[in-house]
């Protein structure tokens, strides 16, 4: 099975923990428990993004082995808090040294799991106005098609992975929504809402043929969410 959940922001080697947030509290104690209660060695887990506080690759050791260790394979994108986040290459390097066997880079590329293409970006601002956010858009728009393109010229039918949301409280990317109907995608998962408030206004439900689906870890009770 794949399953899926964003916004896990561990910080094991940081003085950043989110148990001061209201709902957070034992949060990374509440991952592991429902993460191991579901998923299996042989499922695979997308992490949308936000995953640890780190602010350099060589300081994300302590939250990279608290997710190898749990269960399942996990395939790992960009969130608007990796700031540890660098290029595919040293990433890559940095992963295998360290014996990380379980951790995948999601990043202009796709994964084949169960005869499905796991695909997906960043994304950007659903609002982005200015000429500095139009330029970062652009650019994710562009990773978001070099990811699903390959997949469906290989005969698969892609499920997109975003850490932004694609529509929000009545407003949509449009840059990223062309995409998601240019290549007919069935199906969209995102996080980086937190917060009953916001949730509320993050969409879920079937617009343009798609299914949208908030997958920040607190909306799902620390708990990973079955996608196929």
């Not at 808090?81 to 990433?91: G, L, N, Q, S």
């Not at 990043?107 to 956010?133: I, K, V």
Request: with cysteine; aromatic share 14%.
């Amino acid at each position: 099975m794949v399953y899926a959940i964003a916004d896990l922001h561990l910080s094991f080697g940081t003085d950043k923990p989110m148990d001061v947030f209201g709902g957070w509290s034992n949060y990374t104690e509440r991952i592991e428990r429902n993460w191991q209660r579901l998923v299996t060695p042989e499922d695979t887990v997308v992490i949308a993004g936000d995953i640890s506080w780190a602010m350099k690759l060589e300081e994300t050791e302590k939250d990279f082995s608290f997710i190898d260790r749990l269960n399942g394979s996990k395939l790992i994108l960009k969130g608007n808090h990796d700031y540890w986040w660098t290029t595919k290459a040293k990433m890559e390097n940095y992963i295998s040294g360290k014996g990380f066997s379980t951790l995948s880079i999601l990043h202009n590329n796709y994964y084949l799991r169960d005869g499905l293409a796991l695909c997906g970006s960043r994304g950007w601002f659903y609002d982005a106005e200015t000429d500095a956010d139009m330029l970062i858009l652009k650019r994710e728009a562009g990773r978001l098609r070099m990811s699903i393109e390959p997949a469906v010229k290989d005969g698969y039918e892609p499920i997109v992975f975003l850490h932004y949301p694609p529509i929000y409280n009545n407003m949509e990317c449009d840059e990223i929504l062309d995409i998601l109907r240019e290549y007919n995608i069935k199906k969209c998962f995102y996080g980086h809402i937190h917060g009953g408030n916001a949730a509320k206004k993050a969409f879920t439900g079937e617009k343009y043929g798609i299914q949208f689906r908030l997958i920040a870890c607190d909306h799902l009770g620390f708990t990973p969410l079955a996608v196929i």
